[in-house]
T-cell receptor
Framework: LAKTTQPISMDSYEGQEVNITCSHNNIATNDYITWYQQFPSQGPRFIIQ???TKVTNEVASLFIPADRKSSTLSLPRVSLSDTAVYYC?????????????FGKGTKLSVKP | DAMVIQNPRYQVTQFGKPVTLSCSQTLNHNVMYWYQQKSSQAPKLLFHYYDKDFNNEADTPDNFQSRRPNTSFCFLDIRSPGLGDAAMYLCATRTGQGNIQYFGAGTRLSVL
């Protein structure tokens, strides 16, 4: 499984766009990039997943360059409720390849 | 509606007294995971079931056991809890063909 590296923490203010970058230099051809959000005292929640280029849903966008060695989670116009830990996971699909490992995550603090 | 349900949300036990945490799912997923998460740390995988096949992580202490009597239920047994086992315990599921995990809200275990 590809190892991921993220900033330990980030600060932002309400209304700003937040971009969290994850490095995964050893990503394999079959690997997908998945991001989770975790609030205190809750289980992680799936946010978004992508393989290449750009993926957007109602919560976030995920930008993946052509070499796929990094990815950026973009949260538009954050609010106080976006304060959470964000995890980047990389891995394949199905069988044992689907057992993704959590790295250290990025603690995002949104201030008023 | 909750799809992965963990009971209880909070559990207090005494040092050395066996305790069982439970997880149920309505998703009919093949794979069920148990994670341990200590304060300000990432979730740490203890073991998982792929259908009835049990997969233990190499560094999971023998003190931790698991049972999966059917598709819907999975239990975490801690045979002799120590103070260091106080943590949030998270259950997650996924399909056998996928890699997106669905988490329960967790059980916070306190050891007195």
């Amino acid at each position: 499984l590809a190892k991921t590296t993220q900033p330990i923490s980030m600060d932002s203010y309400e209304g700003q766009e937040v971009n969290i970058t994850c490095s995964h230099n050893n990503i394999a051809t079959n690997d997908y990039i998945t991001w989770y959000q975790q609030f205190p005292s809750q289980g992680p929640r799936f946010i978004i997943q992508g393989y290449k280029t750009k993926v957007t849903n109602e919560v976030a966008s995920l930008f993946i360059p052509a070499d796929r060695k990094s990815s950026t989670l973009s949260l538009p116009r954050v609010s106080l409720s976006d304060t959470a830990v964000y995890y980047c996971l990389v891995g394949g699909y199905g069988g044992s390849q689907g057992n993704l490992i959590f790295g250290k995550g990025t603690k995002l603090s949104v201030k008023p | 509606d909750a799809m992965v349900i963990q009971n209880p949300r909070y559990q207090v036990t005494q040092f050395g007294k066996p305790v069982t945490l439970s997880c149920s799912q309505t998703l009919n997923h093949n794979v069920m995971y148990w994670y341990q998460q200590k304060s300000s740390q990432a979730p740490k995988l203890l073991f998982h079931y792929y259908d009835k096949d049990f997969n233990n992580e190499a560094d999971t202490p023998d003190n931790f056991q698991s049972r999966r009597p059917n598709t819907s239920f999975c239990f975490l047994d801690i045979r002799s809890p120590g103070l260091g086992d106080a943590a949030m315990y998270l259950c997650a599921t996924r399909t056998g063909q996928g890699n997106i995990q669905y988490f329960g809200a967790g059980t916070r275990l306190s050891v007195l």
